[in-house]
């Protein structure tokens, strides 16, 4: 009897509470269709506002990427005019510079001038450097300075009285010339049978010739004032 009445009880609560949730489900209030659509409306402009701003974003990485890339290629560019306007100054003289090449030193004879010959022959002139260095070049030598002072277009090399005078400023022997270049081809330029170096010493001038694995040359400190000389105006009218 008591497991019968168990089971009876049983069955009564969980009919109570069944009906209980039936109540409460039947309680709660529909939604609307009218929120729905509403809801659904607002949902739909967020997907807009969202597309919009994710469109906007793409352009803007775009501009962006233009804009770095055209930096770039003005970099490349302006990297390109620094390199041409470094050589032309190395060209020019105006910067200091190092590499391989050879040194040159000369020296008077010492060659006792015999009864009717002049001895200033035995002396360097400012044509003896100027050979060497016209060798140097010859030989493709891309810097070359004098006693420190560095030879650029305008330079002269010209004698005053018994001293040389290189950029306007006088020097005297010994006289060392450094090039830069290939240095077996500038020694083979010097030394070439019947060169600069066979006319100097046939007169009993001291000359030595040395292959250097780097020298350092001076840039140009004079003036540079061109009164001629203008760059040539490219378009106009002819």
Avoid at 69 to 84: I, P, R, S, W
Wanted: net charge negative; charged share 20%; with cysteine.
């Amino acid at each position: 009897m008591k497991t019968r009445g168990s089971q009876i009880a049983l069955t009564i609560i969980f009919l109570l509470f069944g009906f209980m949730l039936a109540t409460q489900f039947r309680a709660r209030p529909p939604i609307p269709e009218n929120i729905r659509q509403q809801r659904t409306e607002e949902l739909s402009v967020l997907l807009q506002t969202a597309e919009q701003e994710r469109d906007a974003l793409r352009t803007e990485v775009a501009s962006l990427r233009e804009q770095i890339t055209y930096m770039m290629e003005g970099q490349d560019k302006l990297d390109v005019l620094q390199a041409e306007l470094q050589k032309a100054r190395i060209l020019a003289g105006l910067t200091e510079v190092e590499g391989p090449g050879v040194s040159v030193e000369m020296n008077d004879s010492t060659r006792p001038a015999q009864p009717g010959q002049d001895p200033n022959v035995f002396l360097i002139h400012d044509d003896d450097v100027q050979k060497v260095v016209n060798a140097l070049f010859a030989a493709g030598a891309e810097a070359i300075s004098v006693n420190g002072h560095r030879l650029i277009t305008t330079s002269e090399i010209i004698c005053a009285g018994n001293v040389i005078i290189v950029n306007g400023a006088r020097i005297a022997p010994p006289i060392k010339i450094l090039a830069i270049g290939n240095p077996e081809t500038l020694e083979a330029g010097l030394k070439m049978r019947g060169g600069v170096v066979d006319s100097l010493v046939l007169w009993g001038i001291e000359v030595k010739v040395k292959i250097e694995e780097k020298v350092t040359l001076p840039a140009y400190s004079g003036p540079l004032n061109l009164q001629y000389a203008t760059p040539v105006k490219k378009g106009g009218a002819g």
